[in-house]
C-alpha cells in the first residue's frame, strides 16, 4: 500500500539555470578551483553592492561569524547578547571563542532581537551584580585565564540577527552599542538584499556577515562574505 505524502512547500530551494551552470564550467575547466580571478570579481561586485569598504569571502557563514568576532576582540569568558531565534552557527561562532551567548528574547511581531529588552540587557550586565543575574544562566559557566585566575564574564559585544530577510532594528541596536562602546555584528546570513531604510542589510553595524548555503538568497554550495567599513 502506498502512503499518502502530503504536499511540501519547500521554505527555500536554490534557483541554478544555465548561466550558472556554465560559470562553475568555466571555473572547474581552469587550474583555479578555490581561489583565483573569480573570488576576487566576485568580492569587488559584493563590496559595490553593499556599498562597504572591504569584503572578504570565506568557506561559510559560520566561519564568517567566527572571523567577525574573533576581529572584535572577543575573549574566554567575554559577553556577546543575541537572540536565540537564529541557526546555531550565530552561537556557537560565540562559544568557538570560549565565549558565554547571554540571550534576549525577540518581537513577536518580527522574530528580530526585541530591542528594549537588549537595552535592559545591555544596562544590567554593563551594571553587573544581581542586576546582571537575571539575564545570566542559571549554571554559570567558570572561566579562567592561562594564570588560573577566574574570568569575571563581562559584555563585549552586541550580535543581532535579521531573520528570514527583514532586518533587525538596527539603529536602536547601534545605539546601545554606542552608549557602551559595545561593537555590533550584524548577522545578515539570511537577508542579502533586503534594506533597513535605505541601508543594505549588513552594512548597518560594525562588521556584517552573509552566507550562500543553498538556501540562501544566492548560492555558491557553501561559502560566506564578510563586510565592513573599518580598518
Not at 581561489?35 to 562597504?52: L, Q
Not at 559557566?141 to 563581562?154: A, C, H, K, V
Amino acid at each position: 500500500m502506498i502512503k499518502h505524502i502530503p504536499p511540501v512547500v519547500p521554505m527555500s530551494s536554490p534557483d541554478i539555470n544555465e548561466e550558472d551552470r556554465e560559470a562553475v564550467r568555466s571555473v572547474i575547466n581552469t587550474t583555479h578551483l578555490s581561489m583565483g580571478p573569480w573570488v576576487d570579481r566576485f568580492e569587488e561586485s559584493f563590496r559595490i553592492k553593499i556599498g562597504s569598504k572591504y569584503a572578504i569571502a570565506v568557506n561559510s557563514g559560520t566561519a564568517g561569524l567566527h572571523l567577525a568576532i574573533r576581529a572584535t576582540g572577543i575573549q574566554r569568558g567575554d559577553i556577546v547578547l543575541t537572540t536565540p531565534f537564529s541557526f546555531v552557527a550565530s552561537t556557537n561562532a560565540i562559544l568557538f571563542e570560549n565565549a558565554l551567548p547571554v540571550y534576549v528574547d525577540v518581537d513577536p511581531m518580527t522574530g528580530n532581537m526585541d530591542v528594549n529588552q537588549l537595552a535592559e540587557a545591555a544596562r544590567d550586565l554593563i551594571t553587573g551584580g544581581e542586576a546582571a543575574r537575571k539575564w545570566l544562566p542559571r549554571k554559570l559557566p567558570r572561566y579562567f585565564d592561562d594564570g588560573g585566575n577566574e574570568i569575571q564574564p563581562r559584555l563585549k559585544a552586541l550580535l543581532p540577527i535579521d531573520v528570514f530577510g527583514q532586518p533587525a532594528d538596527m539603529n536602536s541596536i547601534n545605539s546601545i552599542g554606542r552608549k557602551y562602546n559595545l561593537p555590533v555584528i550584524e548577522d545578515s546570513c539570511e537577508a542579502l538584499g533586503a534594506l533597513y531604510k535605505t541601508t543594505p542589510a549588513g552594512k548597518t553595524g560594525d562588521i556584517g556577515v552573509f552566507a550562500f548555503y543553498p538556501n540562501k538568497q544566492i548560492t555558491t554550495g557553501e561559502g560566506g562574505m564578510i563586510v565592513t567599513d573599518n580598518d
